[in-house]
């Protein structure tokens, strides 16, 4: 819907135009007025209408200069010069200034109609095509965005120069050299921040999350200098004093990037390159519930990008029993969280055969992500089932209570938005249904039992004895009254 404003001086002429718009059918959502420049511009201010029809000669601001005020806080705004002389000598001004098109006095209804048509046909035109242009730019986005972790996945993964290099193009990077730097005490915004700054100083960066720690590669165009990196290392520092920065070597060859990502990550965790215990206790367990998280959340994509440490390593020594250790880990958060049995031993059987590159890590992980997903489907079912029988139950022992969502959610310890999905998804009934059915079950067998129908209300846990009445009419198709007699009669 648009909205339109006039600005004429001479009321005749004002509400003329007003009567010609509303009789159109245009979709104006509304017709502005105003009596002067001055004013008009204010209302444009408030309403941003979408069309402008102004006078040119009116009292304390003219229509071109009120329109040159419209023009500078809106581009886009239609307007049309309303004019009852010759209109060739405001041409040149009025063309300067943007104006659409000029309208003589006193105004005919078609060419009203026909101007107002075709600036609302140009107004849908422009709007669908910056639409497109936005979805095209998200596109773009999105599809960069998938480029640049592909390039990451293959640097991390110790594929082939050729893929790297394959990647690397796609996104329009030359690269002649190369060095990893790695960020401690960092999260994932400020990373980026400072992969643009990177960008700022005219290399390419491409980043990503590690564990805890932001790795980016930086590229450049020619062979980069020790001075250069301690530069822009410097520059960093600077604007994030928080952040730990250690770089790697500078590298020429695309695959000897991740040695200056093993060189930076050791000097980060202060340890040699290829040390024996890359994980304690601490971390084995953190990475363990990474796993169920990347798993809970059906990312297979989140899981992958936690391998990524382990992918130097395969080949160094005390990997298989960090793996080992892993797994064991891994099963007791299992067991502790769903109450499953996940048989650890089973998988770490051959472990140091079956695990012999990065593709066979990822399978190793992909075969108990599968695993242990069924397993948890299954296990949540059954446990959500059962839940939702105690519910039940528990409604059914307590209808003549002040009973709620919330009582009967805390009763069973889990929050009133997951108790009302179980009974959306296991039951016919809402949760006040299944309540008023229980409350007027009891309700037909006290007044067969001959209790007085105010009796019977407080009795089944109602506050009021029309609102009974009213829930009894709707679920047993008549009143108390009614299938009392009915009762009597049978009886």
Not at 144 to 167: A, G, P, R, V
Request: overall charge negative; charged content about 25%.
């Amino acid at each position: 819907m648009y909205k339109v404003l006039i600005v004429e001086d001479e009321k005749i002429e004002r509400d003329h135009l007003v009567s010609v718009i509303e009789a159109l059918t245009l979709p104006f959502e509304k017709i502005l007025t105003a009596t002067n420049g001055k004013e008009g511009l204010s209302v444009f201010e408030k309403e941003q209408p979408h069309i402008v029809i102004a006078d040119i000669n009116m009292p304390m601001m003219d229509g071109l200069q009120m329109i040159e005020a419209i023009k500078k806080q809106r581009e886009a705004t239609v307007c049309f010069i309303l004019s009852s002389y010759d209109y060739f000598s405001y041409a040149q001004k009025a063309l300067r200034i943007g104006v659409k098109d000029f309208i003589l006095k006193p105004s005919d209804r078609e060419t009203i109609c026909a101007l107002l048509t075709k600036a609302l046909e140009e107004m849908r035109l422009r709007a669908n095509r910056y639409e497109q242009e936005i979805k095209l730019i998200q596109k773009m986005h999105d599809f960069n965005e998938e480029i640049i972790k592909n390039c990451f996945y293959s640097i991390m993964t110790l594929q082939d120069k050729h893929k790297i290099q394959e990647n690397l193009k796609l996104l329009g990077i030359e690269a002649i050299s190369g060095v990893c730097i790695v960020f401690t005490h960092i999260d994932k915004k400020q990373l980026w921040e400072i992969c643009d700054i990177v960008n700022d100083y005219g290399y390419f960066g491409i980043c990503d999350m590690v564990d805890t720690q932001g790795v980016l590669f930086v590229f450049a165009s020619y062979i980069l200098g020790t001075k250069e990196i301690n530069s822009l290392m410097e520059t960093i520092a600077s604007l994030y004093t928080e952040v730990h920065i250690f770089s790697g070597m500078i590298v020429k060859e695309d695959e000897r990037l991740m040695d200056s990502y093993n060189q930076a990550k050791a000097k980060a965790l202060q340890i040699g390159k290829t040390a024996d215990t890359l994980y304690d206790e601490k971390r084995i367990e953190m990475i363990a519930k990474d796993f169920l998280a990347a798993l809970e959340a059906e990312d297979k994509a989140m899981l992958i990008s936690q391998l990524y440490p382990f992918a130097s390593m395969i080949k160094a020594d005390g990997f298989y029993d960090d793996m080992v250790r892993l797994l064991h880990t891994l099963a007791r958060e299992v067991e502790n969280k769903y109450n499953l049995y996940f048989d650890w031993k089973l998988f770490s059987k051959d472990i140091d055969c079956r695990i012999q590159d990065f593709a066979s890590l990822e399978a190793f992980a992909m075969e108990i992500y599968d695993m242990l997903q069924k397993s948890i489907h299954s296990a949540s079912y059954t446990q959500n089932v059962s839940s939702y029988k105690k519910a039940l139950t528990y409604i059914e022992e307590n209808y003549h209570k002040p009973i709620t969502l919330v009582t009967v959610a805390e009763h069973l310890s889990i929050t009133p938005f997951y108790l009302s999905r179980l009974i959306n998804k296991h039951g016919k009934e809402s949760f006040t249904e299944i309540v008023n059915f229980q409350r007027i079950k009891k309700a037909k067998q006290l007044i067969e039992e001959g209790y007085s129908f105010k009796e019977i209300t407080y009795q089944v846990g109602f506050t009021s004895q029309s609102y009974f009445t009213k829930i009894f009419k709707k679920l047993v198709q008549m009143s108390p009254g009614e299938y009392k007699s009915r009762f009597e009669q049978d009886s």
